[in-house]
Protein backbone atom coordinates (compact mmCIF):
# COMPACT_ATOMS: atom_id res chain seq x y z
CA UNK A 1 0.00 0.00 0.00
CA UNK A 2 1.16 3.04 -0.69
CA UNK A 3 1.98 5.04 2.68
CA UNK A 4 0.50 8.85 1.81
CA UNK A 5 -3.50 9.56 2.41
CA UNK A 6 -4.22 11.72 -0.55
CA UNK A 7 -6.85 14.75 -0.33
CA UNK A 8 -7.97 13.36 -3.32
CA UNK A 9 -7.43 10.51 -6.03
CA UNK A 10 -8.89 11.22 -9.52
CA UNK A 11 -8.96 7.89 -11.58
CA UNK A 12 -8.90 8.74 -15.41
CA UNK A 13 -6.74 11.27 -16.62
CA UNK A 14 -9.26 12.04 -19.95
CA UNK A 15 -10.56 15.75 -19.92
CA UNK A 16 -12.82 15.20 -17.08
CA UNK A 17 -9.96 14.08 -14.31
CA UNK A 18 -7.29 16.30 -15.71
CA UNK A 19 -9.62 19.28 -15.17
CA UNK A 20 -10.48 17.89 -11.49
CA UNK A 21 -6.70 17.68 -10.93
CA UNK A 22 -5.66 20.92 -12.51
CA UNK A 23 -8.34 22.58 -10.11
CA UNK A 24 -7.73 20.62 -6.92
CA UNK A 25 -3.77 21.00 -7.09
CA UNK A 26 -4.17 24.87 -7.69
CA UNK A 27 -5.89 24.70 -3.97
CA UNK A 28 -2.89 23.22 -2.69
CA UNK A 29 -4.48 19.80 -1.90
CA UNK A 30 -2.54 16.69 -2.17
CA UNK A 31 -3.94 15.29 -5.33
CA UNK A 32 -3.05 11.79 -7.30
CA UNK A 33 -4.48 11.33 -11.21
CA UNK A 34 -4.27 8.50 -11.94
CA UNK A 35 -4.33 7.06 -15.56
CA UNK A 36 -4.33 3.21 -16.95
CA UNK A 37 -2.99 4.61 -20.55
CA UNK A 38 0.75 5.70 -21.23
CA UNK A 39 -0.20 9.31 -22.57
CA UNK A 40 -3.72 11.12 -20.34
CA UNK A 41 -6.54 12.80 -22.95
CA UNK A 42 -8.34 10.06 -23.15
CA UNK A 43 -10.84 10.85 -26.20
CA UNK A 44 -9.21 14.42 -26.17
CA UNK A 45 -6.09 13.40 -27.25
CA UNK A 46 -3.56 13.74 -30.57
CA UNK A 47 -0.86 11.44 -32.34
CA UNK A 48 2.08 11.53 -34.70
CA UNK A 49 2.51 9.01 -37.22
CA UNK A 50 5.25 9.70 -39.93
CA UNK A 51 5.19 13.08 -39.78
CA UNK A 52 1.27 13.27 -39.86
CA UNK A 53 -1.01 14.71 -37.09
CA UNK A 54 -4.13 13.27 -36.26
CA UNK A 55 -6.64 13.37 -33.41
CA UNK A 56 -7.63 10.15 -31.68
CA UNK A 57 -10.76 11.53 -30.04
CA UNK A 58 -12.87 14.48 -30.99
CA UNK A 59 -12.02 16.28 -34.03
CA UNK A 60 -12.36 20.61 -33.14
CA UNK A 61 -14.07 21.59 -29.97
CA UNK A 62 -16.87 23.96 -28.94
CA UNK A 63 -16.47 26.88 -26.11
CA UNK A 64 -19.94 26.36 -24.67
CA UNK A 65 -19.27 29.02 -22.61
CA UNK A 66 -16.97 26.52 -20.72
CA UNK A 67 -13.64 25.77 -22.35
CA UNK A 68 -12.50 29.04 -22.56
CA UNK A 69 -13.66 30.38 -19.06
CA UNK A 70 -12.18 27.24 -17.44
CA UNK A 71 -8.77 27.98 -19.40
CA UNK A 72 -8.95 31.85 -18.30
CA UNK A 73 -9.72 30.73 -14.33
CA UNK A 74 -6.59 27.91 -14.19
CA UNK A 75 -4.65 30.82 -16.71
CA UNK A 76 -3.74 28.39 -19.08
CA UNK A 77 -2.68 30.13 -22.98
CA UNK A 78 -3.30 28.05 -25.73
CA UNK A 79 -3.15 28.83 -29.28
CA UNK A 80 -6.47 28.19 -31.37
CA UNK A 81 -7.67 28.76 -34.69
CA UNK A 82 -11.42 28.38 -36.02
CA UNK A 83 -12.41 25.21 -37.05
CA UNK A 84 -14.49 26.00 -39.33
CA UNK A 85 -17.23 23.42 -41.11
CA UNK A 86 -18.47 22.51 -44.43
CA UNK A 87 -21.53 20.88 -45.14
CA UNK A 88 -22.02 18.20 -48.48
CA UNK A 89 -24.48 16.36 -50.14
CA UNK A 90 -23.89 15.00 -53.02
CA UNK A 91 -22.39 17.43 -55.22
CA UNK A 92 -23.46 20.46 -53.18
CA UNK A 93 -20.73 21.86 -50.72
CA UNK A 94 -21.82 24.77 -47.63
CA UNK A 95 -18.92 26.22 -46.42
CA UNK A 96 -20.55 27.64 -43.12
CA UNK A 97 -19.53 30.94 -42.29
CA UNK A 98 -21.87 32.93 -39.97
CA UNK A 99 -25.83 32.87 -38.77
CA UNK A 100 -26.76 33.76 -42.67
CA UNK A 101 -25.29 30.26 -43.82
CA UNK A 102 -28.56 28.91 -42.39
CA UNK A 103 -30.39 30.58 -45.76
CA UNK A 104 -27.65 28.70 -47.96
CA UNK A 105 -28.45 25.80 -45.93
CA UNK A 106 -32.08 26.24 -46.84
CA UNK A 107 -31.12 26.81 -50.73
CA UNK A 108 -29.07 23.83 -50.65
CA UNK A 109 -31.92 21.23 -49.01
CA UNK A 110 -34.60 23.19 -51.37
CA UNK A 111 -32.18 22.68 -54.32
CA UNK A 112 -31.89 18.69 -53.41
CA UNK A 113 -35.41 18.71 -52.37
CA UNK A 114 -37.56 20.33 -54.57
CA UNK A 115 -40.82 19.36 -53.53
CA UNK A 116 -40.07 19.83 -49.96
CA UNK A 117 -39.52 23.09 -49.49
CA UNK A 118 -41.92 23.88 -47.32
CA UNK A 119 -40.89 21.38 -45.13
CA UNK A 120 -37.43 22.80 -45.34
CA UNK A 121 -38.79 26.07 -44.37
CA UNK A 122 -39.96 24.65 -41.03
CA UNK A 123 -37.25 22.72 -39.97
CA UNK A 124 -34.98 26.01 -40.55
CA UNK A 125 -37.48 28.04 -38.52
CA UNK A 126 -37.42 25.76 -35.52
CA UNK A 127 -33.12 25.59 -35.75
CA UNK A 128 -33.80 29.64 -36.12
CA UNK A 129 -35.55 29.21 -32.87
CA UNK A 130 -32.99 26.46 -30.67
CA UNK A 131 -29.73 28.67 -32.63
CA UNK A 132 -31.49 31.51 -30.13
CA UNK A 133 -32.01 29.22 -26.59
CA UNK A 134 -28.19 28.19 -27.42
CA UNK A 135 -27.19 31.72 -27.97
CA UNK A 136 -29.11 32.36 -23.94
CA UNK A 137 -27.80 28.63 -22.70
CA UNK A 138 -24.05 29.33 -23.43
CA UNK A 139 -24.36 33.31 -23.77
CA UNK A 140 -22.29 34.04 -21.04
CA UNK A 141 -18.79 32.46 -19.51
CA UNK A 142 -20.58 29.38 -17.19
CA UNK A 143 -20.47 30.85 -13.53
CA UNK A 144 -19.04 27.37 -12.30
CA UNK A 145 -15.88 28.85 -13.63
CA UNK A 146 -16.37 32.72 -12.34
CA UNK A 147 -15.44 33.78 -8.84
CA UNK A 148 -18.67 34.50 -7.90
CA UNK A 149 -17.31 35.71 -4.27
CA UNK A 150 -15.03 38.62 -5.29
CA UNK A 151 -15.98 39.26 -9.21
CA UNK A 152 -18.78 41.41 -8.54
CA UNK A 153 -19.03 43.07 -12.23
CA UNK A 154 -19.66 39.50 -13.62
CA UNK A 155 -22.75 38.88 -10.77
CA UNK A 156 -24.51 42.32 -11.56
CA UNK A 157 -23.23 42.55 -15.14
CA UNK A 158 -24.13 39.75 -16.56
CA UNK A 159 -25.30 36.90 -13.89
CA UNK A 160 -28.23 38.60 -12.99
CA UNK A 161 -29.79 39.84 -16.00
CA UNK A 162 -29.14 36.46 -17.65
CA UNK A 163 -30.87 34.17 -15.02
CA UNK A 164 -34.25 34.64 -15.58
CA UNK A 165 -33.58 34.51 -19.44
CA UNK A 166 -31.82 31.05 -18.87
CA UNK A 167 -34.44 29.83 -16.77
CA UNK A 168 -37.07 30.55 -19.45
CA UNK A 169 -34.86 29.02 -21.62
CA UNK A 170 -34.38 25.91 -19.59
CA UNK A 171 -38.44 25.50 -19.85
CA UNK A 172 -38.28 25.47 -23.46
CA UNK A 173 -35.49 23.31 -24.11
CA UNK A 174 -36.67 20.75 -21.64
CA UNK A 175 -40.02 20.31 -23.52
CA UNK A 176 -37.87 19.96 -26.37
CA UNK A 177 -36.26 16.57 -25.55
CA UNK A 178 -37.56 14.04 -27.62
CA UNK A 179 -35.96 12.11 -29.63
CA UNK A 180 -34.97 13.92 -32.84
CA UNK A 181 -36.25 10.99 -35.29
CA UNK A 182 -39.49 11.61 -33.56
CA UNK A 183 -39.15 15.39 -33.59
CA UNK A 184 -38.54 15.67 -37.23
CA UNK A 185 -41.31 13.27 -38.25
CA UNK A 186 -43.94 15.70 -37.37
CA UNK A 187 -42.79 18.11 -39.41
CA UNK A 188 -41.31 16.35 -42.69
CA UNK A 189 -42.86 13.55 -44.61
CA UNK A 190 -39.67 12.58 -46.61
CA UNK A 191 -37.48 9.99 -44.71
CA UNK A 192 -34.63 10.90 -47.14
CA UNK A 193 -34.57 14.22 -46.12
CA UNK A 194 -35.27 13.37 -42.87
CA UNK A 195 -32.11 10.96 -42.68
CA UNK A 196 -29.94 14.23 -43.94
CA UNK A 197 -30.58 16.30 -41.65
CA UNK A 198 -30.23 13.81 -38.55
CA UNK A 199 -28.48 10.70 -38.94
CA UNK A 200 -24.90 11.84 -38.41
CA UNK A 201 -26.42 12.26 -34.68
CA UNK A 202 -26.55 9.31 -32.07
CA UNK A 203 -29.78 7.40 -32.10
CA UNK A 204 -32.64 9.49 -30.02
CA UNK A 205 -30.24 12.43 -29.91
CA UNK A 206 -32.85 15.09 -27.86
CA UNK A 207 -34.02 16.85 -30.62
CA UNK A 208 -32.85 20.12 -28.74
CA UNK A 209 -29.37 18.86 -28.88
CA UNK A 210 -29.24 17.53 -32.43
CA UNK A 211 -30.96 21.13 -33.79
CA UNK A 212 -28.59 23.37 -32.09
CA UNK A 213 -25.48 21.60 -34.01
CA UNK A 214 -26.13 24.55 -36.26
CA UNK A 215 -24.91 27.15 -33.30
CA UNK A 216 -22.40 24.42 -32.43
CA UNK A 217 -20.67 24.10 -36.66
CA UNK A 218 -19.92 28.08 -35.98
CA UNK A 219 -18.42 27.63 -32.12
CA UNK A 220 -15.93 25.14 -33.01
CA UNK A 221 -12.18 25.70 -32.50
CA UNK A 222 -9.05 23.93 -32.69
CA UNK A 223 -5.95 24.25 -30.90
CA UNK A 224 -2.58 24.49 -32.61
CA UNK A 225 -0.80 21.48 -32.69
CA UNK A 226 -3.63 19.46 -32.10
CA UNK A 227 -6.69 18.63 -30.12
CA UNK A 228 -4.56 16.93 -27.74
CA UNK A 229 -2.80 20.02 -26.74
CA UNK A 230 -5.64 20.85 -24.63
CA UNK A 231 -5.42 17.99 -22.19
CA UNK A 232 -1.51 19.03 -22.33
CA UNK A 233 -1.80 22.03 -21.07
CA UNK A 234 -3.85 20.79 -18.39
CA UNK A 235 -1.68 17.97 -17.65
CA UNK A 236 1.04 20.70 -17.13
CA UNK A 237 -0.90 22.61 -15.37
CA UNK A 238 -1.09 19.70 -12.99
CA UNK A 239 2.36 19.28 -12.42
CA UNK A 240 3.08 23.04 -12.26
CA UNK A 241 1.02 23.21 -8.83
CA UNK A 242 2.84 19.76 -7.45
CA UNK A 243 -0.38 17.28 -8.48
CA UNK A 244 0.99 14.12 -8.89
CA UNK A 245 0.02 11.44 -11.85
CA UNK A 246 0.11 7.90 -11.95
CA UNK A 247 -0.12 6.55 -15.75
CA UNK A 248 -0.29 2.56 -16.79
CA UNK A 249 -1.81 2.12 -13.72
CA UNK A 250 -4.90 0.66 -14.06
CA UNK A 251 -7.44 0.92 -11.17
CA UNK A 252 -9.16 -2.78 -10.53
CA UNK A 253 -11.07 -2.35 -7.35
CA UNK A 254 -12.80 0.27 -5.09
CA UNK A 255 -12.79 -0.49 -1.10
CA UNK A 256 -15.30 2.05 -0.06
CA UNK A 257 -15.36 1.79 3.65
CA UNK A 258 -11.54 2.07 3.59
CA UNK A 259 -11.02 4.51 1.23
CA UNK A 260 -8.58 2.75 -0.61
CA UNK A 261 -8.23 1.65 -4.58
CA UNK A 262 -6.34 -1.08 -5.70
CA UNK A 263 -4.34 -1.05 -9.59
CA UNK A 264 -3.17 -3.85 -11.55
CA UNK A 265 -0.02 -4.51 -8.84
CA UNK A 266 -2.06 -5.25 -6.54
CA UNK A 267 -1.11 -1.80 -4.95
CA UNK A 268 -3.46 0.40 -2.94
CA UNK A 269 -3.90 4.35 -2.74
CA UNK A 270 -5.80 5.96 -0.03
CA UNK A 271 -8.24 8.81 -0.37
CA UNK A 272 -10.39 11.11 2.04
CA UNK A 273 -12.10 11.67 -1.95
CA UNK A 274 -12.19 9.67 -4.46
CA UNK A 275 -13.50 11.41 -8.21
CA UNK A 276 -14.34 8.48 -10.99
CA UNK A 277 -13.62 10.22 -14.07
CA UNK A 278 -13.84 7.09 -15.81
CA UNK A 279 -16.66 4.48 -17.31
CA UNK A 280 -19.32 4.09 -14.55
CA UNK A 281 -20.44 0.84 -15.61
CA UNK A 282 -17.12 -0.58 -14.10
CA UNK A 283 -16.80 1.84 -11.11
CA UNK A 284 -20.24 -0.07 -10.10
CA UNK A 285 -18.72 -3.57 -10.96
CA UNK A 286 -15.48 -2.66 -8.71
CA UNK A 287 -16.33 -1.10 -6.32
CA UNK A 288 -16.47 -3.47 -2.78
CA UNK A 289 -19.87 -1.96 -0.34
CA UNK A 290 -19.14 -4.11 2.75
CA UNK A 291 -18.53 -1.86 5.64
CA UNK A 292 -20.90 1.02 4.61
CA UNK A 293 -23.76 1.72 6.43
CA UNK A 294 -27.11 -0.21 4.91
CA UNK A 295 -28.35 2.79 3.57
CA UNK A 296 -25.60 3.81 1.34
CA UNK A 297 -25.61 -0.18 0.36
CA UNK A 298 -29.00 -0.50 -0.48
CA UNK A 299 -29.22 3.31 -2.36
CA UNK A 300 -25.49 1.92 -4.13
CA UNK A 301 -26.84 -1.81 -5.43
CA UNK A 302 -30.02 0.35 -6.98
CA UNK A 303 -27.83 2.98 -8.62
CA UNK A 304 -25.65 -0.13 -9.75
CA UNK A 305 -28.78 -1.72 -11.51
CA UNK A 306 -29.80 1.57 -13.23
CA UNK A 307 -26.54 1.65 -14.39
CA UNK A 308 -25.75 -1.82 -15.98
CA UNK A 309 -29.14 -1.87 -17.44
CA UNK A 310 -27.94 0.70 -19.31
CA UNK A 311 -26.07 0.86 -22.82
CA UNK A 312 -23.06 2.99 -23.62
CA UNK A 313 -24.56 5.26 -26.94
CA UNK A 314 -23.08 4.80 -30.17
CA UNK A 315 -19.54 4.80 -31.29
CA UNK A 316 -17.48 5.59 -34.27
CA UNK A 317 -15.51 3.69 -36.90
CA UNK A 318 -12.77 6.03 -37.98
CA UNK A 319 -10.21 5.71 -41.20
CA UNK A 320 -6.80 7.27 -40.98
CA UNK A 321 -5.26 8.33 -43.96
CA UNK A 322 -1.66 9.36 -45.09
CA UNK A 323 -2.09 11.50 -48.08
CA UNK A 324 0.75 12.07 -50.87
CA UNK A 325 -1.26 14.91 -52.16
CA UNK A 326 -0.87 18.90 -51.07
CA UNK A 327 -3.10 20.39 -48.60
CA UNK A 328 -4.32 23.20 -51.15
CA UNK A 329 -6.18 20.09 -53.38
CA UNK A 330 -8.64 19.55 -50.36
CA UNK A 331 -8.69 23.35 -48.88
CA UNK A 332 -10.49 24.00 -52.49
CA UNK A 333 -13.34 21.52 -52.27
CA UNK A 334 -14.18 21.97 -48.25
CA UNK A 335 -13.00 23.14 -45.22
CA UNK A 336 -10.69 21.62 -42.72
CA UNK A 337 -13.72 19.81 -40.73
CA UNK A 338 -16.61 18.95 -43.27
CA UNK A 339 -19.34 16.83 -42.96
CA UNK A 340 -20.45 15.39 -45.91
CA UNK A 341 -22.97 12.74 -47.31
CA UNK A 342 -22.43 11.39 -50.87
CA UNK A 343 -26.15 10.30 -51.68
CA UNK A 344 -29.39 12.54 -50.82
CA UNK A 345 -31.35 9.06 -50.29
CA UNK A 346 -30.44 8.69 -46.29
CA UNK A 347 -29.94 5.80 -44.63
CA UNK A 348 -33.41 5.15 -43.85
CA UNK A 349 -34.99 2.96 -41.29
CA UNK A 350 -34.17 0.00 -42.94
CA UNK A 351 -30.55 0.59 -42.31
CA UNK A 352 -31.03 -0.12 -38.47
CA UNK A 353 -34.10 -2.98 -39.29
CA UNK A 354 -31.50 -5.25 -41.56
CA UNK A 355 -28.67 -4.52 -39.03
CA UNK A 356 -30.48 -5.81 -36.44
CA UNK A 357 -31.63 -8.48 -38.23
CA UNK A 358 -28.03 -9.46 -39.50
CA UNK A 359 -27.00 -9.66 -36.06
CA UNK A 360 -29.04 -11.06 -34.70
CA UNK A 361 -29.00 -14.06 -37.26
CA UNK A 362 -24.76 -13.79 -37.50
CA UNK A 363 -24.34 -17.52 -36.99
CA UNK A 364 -26.73 -18.00 -39.70
CA UNK A 365 -26.28 -15.67 -42.40
CA UNK A 366 -23.14 -15.52 -45.34
CA UNK A 367 -20.47 -12.91 -45.07
CA UNK A 368 -21.46 -11.77 -48.32
CA UNK A 369 -24.93 -10.52 -46.77
CA UNK A 370 -23.13 -8.53 -44.36
CA UNK A 371 -20.81 -6.84 -46.95
CA UNK A 372 -23.58 -6.36 -49.46
CA UNK A 373 -25.30 -5.11 -46.20
CA UNK A 374 -22.10 -2.82 -45.67
CA UNK A 375 -22.43 -1.68 -49.96
CA UNK A 376 -25.39 0.49 -48.77
CA UNK A 377 -24.59 1.44 -45.61
CA UNK A 378 -21.17 3.27 -46.77
CA UNK A 379 -23.03 4.59 -49.74
CA UNK A 380 -25.69 6.08 -48.06
CA UNK A 381 -23.77 7.26 -44.82
CA UNK A 382 -22.73 10.79 -43.40
CA UNK A 383 -18.84 11.57 -42.99
CA UNK A 384 -17.45 13.37 -40.65
CA UNK A 385 -14.11 14.06 -42.39
CA UNK A 386 -11.21 15.76 -40.33
CA UNK A 387 -8.53 17.32 -42.20
CA UNK A 388 -5.89 19.10 -38.73
CA UNK A 389 -3.28 20.51 -41.80
CA UNK A 390 -6.14 22.67 -42.94
CA UNK A 391 -6.40 24.13 -39.25
CA UNK A 392 -2.77 23.81 -38.98
CA UNK A 393 -0.52 23.71 -41.74
CA UNK A 394 2.67 22.28 -39.23
CA UNK A 395 0.10 19.47 -38.66
CA UNK A 396 1.43 17.47 -42.26
CA UNK A 397 4.84 16.82 -44.12
CA UNK A 398 5.33 19.81 -46.88
CA UNK A 399 3.11 18.54 -49.95
CA UNK A 400 1.17 15.64 -48.05
CA UNK A 401 -2.07 15.93 -46.12
CA UNK A 402 -3.22 14.15 -43.25
CA UNK A 403 -7.53 12.72 -43.12
CA UNK A 404 -9.38 11.29 -40.55
CA UNK A 405 -12.90 9.74 -41.64
CA UNK A 406 -14.59 8.88 -39.28
CA UNK A 407 -19.05 8.05 -39.13
CA UNK A 408 -21.02 6.18 -36.07
CA UNK A 409 -20.63 2.53 -35.83
CA UNK A 410 -22.82 -0.41 -34.23
CA UNK A 411 -20.10 -1.31 -31.56
CA UNK A 412 -22.28 -5.17 -31.53
CA UNK A 413 -21.71 -5.53 -35.42
CA UNK A 414 -17.76 -5.28 -34.82
CA UNK A 415 -18.09 -7.35 -31.75
CA UNK A 416 -19.92 -9.95 -33.18
CA UNK A 417 -17.57 -10.22 -36.16
CA UNK A 418 -14.92 -10.43 -34.06
CA UNK A 419 -16.35 -13.44 -31.72
CA UNK A 420 -16.93 -14.69 -35.62
CA UNK A 421 -13.23 -14.86 -36.14
CA UNK A 422 -12.95 -12.60 -39.05
CA UNK A 423 -12.87 -9.10 -37.79
CA UNK A 424 -9.36 -8.67 -39.84
CA UNK A 425 -10.93 -9.86 -42.84
CA UNK A 426 -13.87 -7.18 -42.34
CA UNK A 427 -12.20 -4.14 -41.44
CA UNK A 428 -10.40 -3.90 -45.29
CA UNK A 429 -13.17 -4.58 -46.49
CA UNK A 430 -14.94 -1.78 -44.58
CA UNK A 431 -11.86 0.74 -45.22
CA UNK A 432 -11.74 -0.07 -48.91
CA UNK A 433 -15.62 0.79 -49.67
CA UNK A 434 -15.29 3.96 -47.69
CA UNK A 435 -12.45 5.17 -50.32
CA UNK A 436 -14.36 3.27 -53.06
CA UNK A 437 -17.32 5.72 -52.07
CA UNK A 438 -15.43 9.07 -51.17
CA UNK A 439 -13.39 8.96 -54.34
CA UNK A 440 -16.43 8.28 -56.79
CA UNK A 441 -17.70 11.49 -54.97
CA UNK A 442 -16.08 14.10 -53.38
CA UNK A 443 -12.17 13.50 -53.14
CA UNK A 444 -11.83 12.14 -56.58
CA UNK A 445 -7.96 12.15 -55.90
CA UNK A 446 -7.58 10.21 -52.81
CA UNK A 447 -7.80 6.71 -53.63
CA UNK A 448 -4.50 6.65 -55.74
CA UNK A 449 -2.30 8.74 -53.27
CA UNK A 450 -2.55 6.89 -50.34
CA UNK A 451 0.57 6.39 -48.57
CA UNK A 452 -0.52 4.41 -45.88
CA UNK A 453 -4.05 3.58 -43.81
CA UNK A 454 -5.39 2.31 -40.40
CA UNK A 455 -8.53 2.32 -38.70
CA UNK A 456 -9.79 2.55 -35.05
CA UNK A 457 -13.28 0.37 -34.19
CA UNK A 458 -15.51 0.92 -31.37
CA UNK A 459 -13.62 -1.86 -30.00
CA UNK A 460 -10.16 -0.11 -30.07
CA UNK A 461 -11.87 2.84 -28.08
CA UNK A 462 -13.34 0.46 -25.92
CA UNK A 463 -9.85 -0.84 -25.01
CA UNK A 464 -7.86 2.43 -25.27
CA UNK A 465 -10.19 4.64 -22.44
CA UNK A 466 -12.40 1.08 -21.42
CA UNK A 467 -15.52 2.98 -22.57
CA UNK A 468 -18.83 1.04 -22.17
CA UNK A 469 -19.93 -0.66 -25.88
CA UNK A 470 -17.01 1.79 -27.52
CA UNK A 471 -19.48 4.62 -26.49
CA UNK A 472 -17.97 8.30 -27.37
CA UNK A 473 -19.96 10.40 -25.24
CA UNK A 474 -21.50 8.22 -22.61
CA UNK A 475 -24.86 6.92 -21.89
CA UNK A 476 -27.25 6.15 -24.98
CA UNK A 477 -30.26 8.14 -25.30
CA UNK A 478 -33.09 6.33 -23.85
CA UNK A 479 -35.94 7.42 -21.64
CA UNK A 480 -35.06 6.33 -18.25
CA UNK A 481 -31.22 7.35 -18.12
CA UNK A 482 -28.96 6.19 -15.04
CA UNK A 483 -27.47 10.09 -14.91
CA UNK A 484 -29.35 13.41 -14.45
CA UNK A 485 -30.11 14.97 -17.85
CA UNK A 486 -31.68 18.65 -17.03
CA UNK A 487 -29.08 21.17 -17.03
CA UNK A 488 -30.64 22.99 -14.09
CA UNK A 489 -29.92 19.89 -12.10
CA UNK A 490 -26.60 19.13 -13.34
CA UNK A 491 -24.93 20.30 -9.81
CA UNK A 492 -26.51 17.03 -8.57
CA UNK A 493 -24.59 15.07 -11.51
CA UNK A 494 -21.36 14.61 -9.58
CA UNK A 495 -22.53 12.76 -6.72
CA UNK A 496 -22.76 9.54 -6.01
CA UNK A 497 -24.71 7.06 -3.05
CA UNK A 498 -20.88 7.29 -1.55
CA UNK A 499 -20.44 10.39 0.19
CA UNK A 500 -16.71 10.23 -0.55
CA UNK A 501 -17.03 9.10 -4.07
CA UNK A 502 -17.58 11.42 -6.80
CA UNK A 503 -18.12 11.10 -10.19
CA UNK A 504 -17.33 13.13 -13.50
CA UNK A 505 -16.99 13.15 -17.07
CA UNK A 506 -19.09 11.75 -19.49
CA UNK A 507 -20.85 9.25 -17.54
CA UNK A 508 -21.58 11.41 -15.39
CA UNK A 509 -24.06 14.07 -17.25
CA UNK A 510 -26.30 13.40 -20.19
CA UNK A 511 -25.98 14.60 -22.97
CA UNK A 512 -22.08 14.98 -22.38
CA UNK A 513 -19.17 15.63 -24.91
CA UNK A 514 -15.83 17.68 -23.84
CA UNK A 515 -17.44 20.98 -22.12
CA UNK A 516 -19.65 18.55 -20.30
CA UNK A 517 -17.17 16.24 -18.98
CA UNK A 518 -14.88 19.86 -17.89
CA UNK A 519 -18.13 20.90 -16.19
CA UNK A 520 -18.39 18.16 -14.12
CA UNK A 521 -14.62 17.45 -13.70
CA UNK A 522 -15.00 21.07 -11.97
CA UNK A 523 -18.32 20.39 -10.13
CA UNK A 524 -16.19 17.43 -8.73
CA UNK A 525 -13.48 18.70 -7.74
CA UNK A 526 -15.63 22.00 -6.14
CA UNK A 527 -17.55 19.01 -4.06
CA UNK A 528 -14.63 17.69 -3.05
CA UNK A 529 -13.20 20.81 -2.22
CA UNK A 530 -15.97 21.38 0.17
CA UNK A 531 -15.97 18.05 1.82
CA UNK A 532 -11.98 18.36 2.50
CA UNK A 533 -12.79 21.68 4.65
CA UNK A 534 -15.16 20.22 6.29
CA UNK A 535 -13.19 17.20 7.73
C1 LIG B 1 -14.50 10.70 -32.90
C2 LIG B 1 -15.03 11.49 -31.75
C3 LIG B 1 -15.71 12.66 -32.00
C4 LIG B 1 -16.21 13.42 -30.94
N1 LIG B 1 -16.83 14.60 -31.22
C5 LIG B 1 -17.21 15.40 -30.20
C6 LIG B 1 -17.73 16.70 -30.46
O1 LIG B 1 -17.84 17.14 -31.61
N2 LIG B 1 -18.07 17.47 -29.40
C7 LIG B 1 -17.93 17.04 -28.12
O2 LIG B 1 -18.23 17.79 -27.18
N3 LIG B 1 -17.47 15.80 -27.85
C8 LIG B 1 -17.10 14.97 -28.84
N4 LIG B 1 -16.58 13.73 -28.57
C9 LIG B 1 -16.68 13.21 -27.21
C10 LIG B 1 -15.63 13.70 -26.23
O3 LIG B 1 -14.35 13.53 -26.78
C11 LIG B 1 -15.76 12.89 -24.93
O4 LIG B 1 -17.11 12.91 -24.48
C12 LIG B 1 -14.90 13.45 -23.79
O5 LIG B 1 -13.59 13.66 -24.24
C13 LIG B 1 -14.94 12.47 -22.62
O6 LIG B 1 -14.01 12.85 -21.63
P1 LIG B 1 -13.93 12.06 -20.26
O7 LIG B 1 -12.78 12.62 -19.51
O8 LIG B 1 -15.25 12.06 -19.60
O9 LIG B 1 -13.68 10.53 -20.64
P2 LIG B 1 -12.48 9.80 -21.40
O10 LIG B 1 -11.88 10.67 -22.42
O11 LIG B 1 -13.03 8.48 -21.81
O12 LIG B 1 -11.39 9.59 -20.26
C14 LIG B 1 -11.44 8.54 -19.34
C15 LIG B 1 -10.02 8.20 -18.98
O13 LIG B 1 -10.03 7.23 -17.94
C16 LIG B 1 -9.04 6.24 -18.20
N5 LIG B 1 -9.48 5.03 -17.49
C17 LIG B 1 -10.56 4.27 -17.77
N6 LIG B 1 -10.68 3.27 -16.87
C18 LIG B 1 -9.64 3.42 -16.00
C19 LIG B 1 -9.21 2.67 -14.87
N7 LIG B 1 -9.88 1.61 -14.43
N8 LIG B 1 -8.09 3.07 -14.21
C20 LIG B 1 -7.38 4.16 -14.65
N9 LIG B 1 -7.75 4.90 -15.73
C21 LIG B 1 -8.88 4.53 -16.39
C22 LIG B 1 -9.06 6.11 -19.70
O14 LIG B 1 -7.88 5.53 -20.20
C23 LIG B 1 -9.25 7.57 -20.13
O15 LIG B 1 -8.02 8.24 -20.31
C24 LIG B 1 -16.06 12.96 -29.60
C25 LIG B 1 -15.37 11.78 -29.36
C26 LIG B 1 -14.84 11.05 -30.41
C27 LIG B 1 -14.08 9.79 -30.11
Known sequence: MSEITYNTIIVGGGIAGLTSAAYLSREGQKVLLIEKNKECGGLVNSFNRDGFHFDAGVRALEDAGIIFPMLKDLGIELEVVKSQVSLGIENEILHIENFDSLIKYRDLLTKLYPD??????????????????????????????????????????????????????????????????????????????????????FKNTPAFFAMSYFSLYLDYFYPKGGVGKLSATLKNKITECDGEIKKETKIIEVLADKCLVRDQNNITYKYDNLIWAADLKTLYKITKTEGLSPGIKTNFEYTKIKMLKNRGGDSVFSLFLEVDEPLESFRKIANGHFFYTPSKLGLGETNREELDYLLSNLGKVEKEQILTWLDKFTRLNTYEISIPGLKDPELVPPGKTGIIISFLAEYDLFNKIQEAGWLNEFIPELENRVLNVLSDSVYPMLKDKIIARFSYTPLSIENRVGSSEGAITGWAFQKSMPVINKIQFSDRSVLTPVPSIYQAGQWAYSPAGVPMSILTGKLAADRALKQIKKL
Open 116 to 201: SRGEIDEVLKSIRKIMKHMDVLYGIENPVFKDLKHDRNFIFKKLLPWLPKFIFTVGKINRLNMPVEEYLGTMVKNPSLRDIISQHF
